[in-house]
Every structure is written in C-alpha cells, then in structure tokens.
C-alpha cells in the first residue's frame, strides 16, 4: 500500500515568510508524528497527534512552530517568521496507534532551505 | 534529559564482514528499541526493533542484543554487503503513552566490495 507522502519535497524560502509543510499518513494510521533531521541536532521529535486526543507539542522548538491535524488524517506543520537556524529536513512519521510498542513509517521528508 | 549515545559515528566494513554499532541509554523508562536504516534522500526505514524483556532478536542479517543492566544495545549486520551501506540510527521510546521516538546521532556505515 502507499507510504506516507510529505509535501513539498524542497522547499527553499526568504528569512521571516512562513511556511507550510504537509504529511499524508498512510491510511489507517491513527498516530501521527513529526520530527526534524538537522546536522547539528540529528533527530528530533516536534510533536505528536493521537486520535481525538489533546497533541503533544513538547517539542516544538519556539512558538513560532506550530501543527495541525485536520479530520484525523493530514496534517500541516507551519513555521512563521522563518529563521536561518530553521534549514532541515521535516519528516513525518505515522503508526497505527500511539504509545511505545506501535512501528513508526516515515515519508521522504521536505528539505527547508531559508536563505 | 532523556538521551540515547551512539557509537561509532562512521563504519567501514569489508563486503562479508561483520559490522555493529553500539547504542547506550541513560533512562530506565524506555519500553521499545529499535533501529532505523536511511539512505541518502529517503526518510529512514525500520529496521529491527526490541523489548526490553528480550535478550536478543534476529531478522536475517540483522541481530540486536541488549544488555538492560548495562543499558546498552547494539546492532549487528552479518555478512555486510555494499548495498547496506547506509547511516544508521538506534532509538528508544519512553514509558508512556505517545511513544515519541529518542535517536541516537547516526552511524554512517560504508561497505567496501
């Protein structure tokens, strides 16, 4: 079956715009998560969707990050005022349901390049 | 802080050997290990995962064991090929319910044909 697809796969932007980056879990899955892939931090959680359930933000790294999940399916991470420090590669992940012993299936990711 | 340290950061491994990369954790409240594999452009891709109540678990090629007194997993590739020439990552989740994953830094591993 198909995967999770994430969109844009590049997306290259002016310091300060904002950008929206967007995941499609495979279907089914009812846990989804977005993390961040950069050479000086390597992978890092960002936040996590279950359900109907309150997310987890803990680890949005300002305010200036923020995420949706729209019907229980795709989501949208957004980054305002985007920064330099911001450049990485967002991957989203999905399973079937949330807690420790669910497999977690990653897209290809969206490289964000801020100029 | 929750932390997971991976070893070594690169590998380079003649084709038919044996590679393994080493992971420690410094938190007891870890319920499921497992290890990622990525290539260059993808996302990464699950390998092989563990329970802590399990010593070891093989998978083909690919075996972990994992010492919980020690607090150390590790990964090893049987009959390294050039075509798991890769980087790796170990994680771990945390006890509770969203099952966030903790990585390690990443392993490059380079098999030599």
């Known amino acids: 079956g198909a995967g999770v697809s994430q969109s844009p796969s590049n997306k290259v932007t002016e310091k300060g715009k904002d950008v929206e980056l967007r995941c499609d879990p495979i279907?089914?899955?009812?846990?989804l998560y977005w993390y961040r892939q950069s050479l000086g931090q390597g992978l890092e959680f960002l936040i996590y969707?279950?359900?109907?359930?309150?997310?987890?933000k803990s680890g949005l790294p300002s305010d200036r990050f923020s995420a949706e999940r729209t019907g229980g399916s795709v989501s949208t991470l957004t980054i305002q005022r985007t920064q330099q420090e911001d450049s990485a590669v967002y991957l989203c992940?999905?399973?079937?349901?949330?807690?420790?012993?669910?497999?977690?299936?990653f897209g290809p990711g969206t490289r964000l390049t801020v100029t | 802080q929750q932390q997971v340290k991976q070893s070594p950061q690169s590998l380079i491994v003649q084709k038919g050997g044996i590679s393994i990369i080493n992971c420690a954790y410094e938190?007891?409240?870890?319920?499921?290990f497992p290890w990622y594999q990525q290539f260059p452009g993808k996302g990464p891709a699950l390998l092989i995962a563990?329970?802590?109540?399990?010593s070891e678990k093989k998978e083909g090629r690919f075996t972990i064991s994992f010492n919980k007194s020690a607090k150390q997993f590790s990964l090893h590739i049987m009959d390294s090929q050039p075509g798991d020439s890769a980087t790796y990552f170990c994680?771990?989740?945390?006890?509770?319910?969203?099952?966030?994953?903790?990585f390690g830094q990443g392993t490059t591993l380079q098999v030599k044909p």
């Open positions: 992940a999905s399973s079937r349901g949330g807690g420790p012993l669910r497999d977690q299936y």
């Open positions: 279907s089914g899955h009812t846990a």
């Open positions: 969707f279950q359900g109907n359930s309150a997310p987890d």
């Open positions: 938190n007891t409240a870890f319920d499921y």
């Open positions: 563990i329970r802590p109540d399990v």
């Open positions: 994680a771990a989740v945390p006890s509770g319910n969203t099952g966030k994953l903790i």
